[in-house]
């Protein structure tokens, strides 16, 4: 193991910049969503918190942040990838885990090495979830809809039968929330919404299927019960992927819970690709 002077010292604002390089040369190696490393999203997870990093000759190789989630402390980290296997992801572990009470470790793009570090140290995986890709340049199938069903694009008057449609569709799903319309509509729109890509399925007068979308991002794709395995979520889909490469986009990702076996099957057959694994661990 080559030897190499570290500097630890505390994070502020000021090193944002030296933290989204870092978090840049992550991505490029580990995959993960191109979001997970811009500046915004930085710094919500290592500004607003206690944040310390590792500095050689004036370069940031190691950053880790803890901060409040409610009752529990929230923790996350980045090693470089020229500069691991020396240490520094032990060492970051042992900052942010010393925290008093519970912890929960968060990461992005978890590395095989990360995962038994992880469990080494006393923690359990709750939660999981793979993220794909797709190159919209790439033809999408003629998959059509089925011909007993319409579908109308996200609207005030439609915002009724979308949340039907995603209540319906994912009751049965582990861990389900049971939001409110008003609870999952403030999950779901933001300035990155859109409305024009996300449709929603009727078999008559009833809601039996929904996508809803963002930009580069499917968010979420249902059926209900009665309507699964009969192709209208793989046509939803393509229909969106095809608004969405009109309006523009060059690719689209999205992520599925690694406890969702059929949807993973679904996008993989639409040509997605599985690039990360996003977790939790506490």
């Not at 996508?211 to 309507?227: I, K, M, N, R, S």
Request: net charge negative; glycine share 12%.
């Amino acid at each position: 193991m080559v030897t190499i002077d570290l500097e630890w010292a505390a994070l502020s604002a000021t090193d944002l910049p030296a933290i989204t390089g870092l978090a840049g040369r992550c991505a490029a190696h580990d995959g993960g969503l191109p979001a997970t490393a811009s500046p915004s999203f930085l710094e919500r997870r290592y500004i607003t918190g206690i944040a310390v990093g590792a500095f050689t000759d004036g370069r940031l190789v190691a950053c880790g942040a803890v901060r409040q989630a409610g009752e529990t402390s929230a923790a996350t980290g980045l090693v470089d990838p020229d500069h691991r296997g020396r240490g520094l992801g032990s060492g970051l572990l042992d900052r942010l885990a010393a925290e008093p009470g519970k912890v929960r470790l968060e990461t992005e793009s978890l590395t095989p090495q990360a995962h038994e570090l992880f469990l080494a140290r006393g923690f359990r995986q709750t939660f999981a979830e793979d993220v794909f890709r797709r190159d919209l340049a790439r033809p999408l199938p003629d998959v059509p809809m089925p011909a007993q069903v319409t579908v109308e694009e996200w609207s005030p008057l439609t915002e009724g039968a979308f949340h039907q449609a995603y209540s319906a569709s994912f009751a049965d799903r582990p861990g389900f929330p049971g939001w409110t319309r008003e609870q999952w509509v403030d999950w779901l729109v933001d300035d990155g919404f859109l409305p024009g890509c996300s449709l929603v399925a009727f078999e008559g007068d009833v809601a039996v299927g929904f996508v809803t979308c963002a930009d580069e991002f499917l968010v979420q794709v249902g059926a209900v019960p009665g309507w699964r395995r009969r192709g209208l979520a793989r046509a939803l889909a393509v229909a969106a992927l095809g608004r969405m490469r009109e309006g523009g986009a060059g690719q689209v990702f999205l992520d599925v819970n690694v406890n969702n076996p059929a949807s993973a099957a679904l996008f993989g057959g639409l040509g997605f690709e599985k690039i990360a694994r996003r977790a939790r661990y506490e």
